[in-house]
């Protein structure tokens, strides 16, 4: 593992007061109390899931101090924040605004993953319902210009915010949200290249701009054209869409199979860096309704992912570093996720397996950087 191949890990920030959805779930609820309701759906399944640490509020700077240490004592070079604006304004960002970036010495980097999905009303899903949407996620031109002003100013200036290869790393969710929303094809290039300008002439130096989805509709050179450096996914749940209705829960391995093979294919298929994401597991089903029959379907009603053991998961880890270094300039490998509870996705210890899948990642790094020798 080449000295500058780095680890960074997706961080959800859903657990602390958000006032602006009480007004749909009521004061002080957080995503913890959907995993406290989590059942068991099958013999072996492992809900509720408790975390060893206890049900954290995020805000709070011990905690979110704590955390910071266990990610880069396990490897992790930066938190990947799932970065939320709707209607013009902050949604899940205070842990970020008020309390990471306010800590003394956080000992670990952060950058900014714009999560530009729709929000919708999942805290239960109900099987059959449609959920309420709450806020689009696409925004157009006037509203991107004004939402990368305030991330200009906020955060790239801030110390710990994560560059690679001396450029701000910024992930755009999903490319075709972004594209449509700011008026086509032409309309976002002019945007991205805007957007690289300002945040230059403010004094930033250069955009590393990402992707995770979204692209399937262009091809990989209009892709290019639009400006974006690396593209990558969230994690493996691309494959839920070949699963049967039935089929409730899928194998760690056949999953890290198919996800692997699907590296190596978009890294032939597309003119940039594939970055690889490495998922921990699966398990959304504390988003639906406990009462209601799990069936598989768009999200959350996802498979439930089985044999998901730290011995695996550190494999996968190996495999990724593996995969990067052969990239000629990005050499990053993103993990899903540090703190998705309610997609059964984390790393934070738990109940089941303590802290295993933190020391399989850091055996995995370890191990890699024992063994490399850096590119000339």
Not at 16 to 33: I, S, V
Not at 285 to 309: A, F, G, H
Not at 322 to 350: C, K, M, Q
């Amino acid at each position: 593992m080449s000295k500058n191949t780095e680890v960074a890990a997706i961080y959800f920030p859903s657990w602390h007061d958000e006032p602006r959805r009480n007004a749909w779930l009521g004061d002080g609820f957080t995503e913890w109390d959907l995993i406290k309701a989590g059942k068991p759906r099958f013999d072996g399944h492992y809900q509720p899931q408790i975390p060893t640490l206890g049900y954290l509020d995020e805000t709070l700077p011990e905690n979110m101090q704590r955390s910071c240490d266990l990610a880069s004592g396990a490897g992790i070079d930066a938190f990947l924040w799932d970065w939320y604006w709707y209607d013009g304004a902050d949604f899940l960002n205070r842990p970020l605004n008020d309390t990471f970036m306010n800590l003394p010495a956080p000992g670990i980097k952060f950058a900014l993953m714009w999560a530009n999905h729709d929000w919708v009303g999942v805290f239960p899903g109900n099987v059959g319902e449609t959920a309420d949407l709450w806020w689009k996620g696409a925004v157009d031109h006037e509203e991107f210009v004004r939402m990368t002003n305030i991330v200009i100013e906020r955060y790239f200036p801030h110390p710990e915010y994560w560059r690679v290869d001396d450029r701000a790393w910024f992930t755009i969710f999903r490319l075709n949200e972004f594209v449509n929303g700011v008026g086509g094809f032409v309309a976002a290039q002019d945007a991205l290249e805007d957007f690289r300008a300002r945040a230059r002439g403010a004094g930033m130096g250069e955009l590393h701009l990402n992707t995770m989805g979204g692209y399937e509709d262009y091809t990989p050179e209009q892709i290019a054209e639009l400006g974006i450096d690396t593209v990558g996914t969230y994690g493996w749940t691309e494959q839920w869409a070949e699963v049967p209705p039935t089929e409730i829960t899928f194998d760690y391995a056949t999953w890290r199979e198919n996800a692997e093979q699907h590296w190596h294919k978009e890294r032939v298929r597309h003119a940039l860096e594939f970055v690889p994401a490495v998922a921990m597991g699966w398990d959304s089903s504390t988003r639906v309704n406990q009462n209601d029959e799990l069936v598989v379907s768009d999200w959350p009603y996802y498979p439930i992912v089985v044999n998901n053991t730290p011995e695996a998961f550190g494999e996968a880890v190996s495999d990724a570093i593996d995969f990067v270094e052969a990239n000629e300039h990005t050499r990053v490998v993103t993990i899903n996720a540090w703190n998705e509870w309610t997609e059964g996705s984390y790393l934070e210890p738990d109940s089941r397996t303590g802290d295993a899948h933190l020391r399989a990642l850091a055996a995995a790094i370890d191990l890699a950087r024992e063994t490399s020798v850096s590119p000339k």
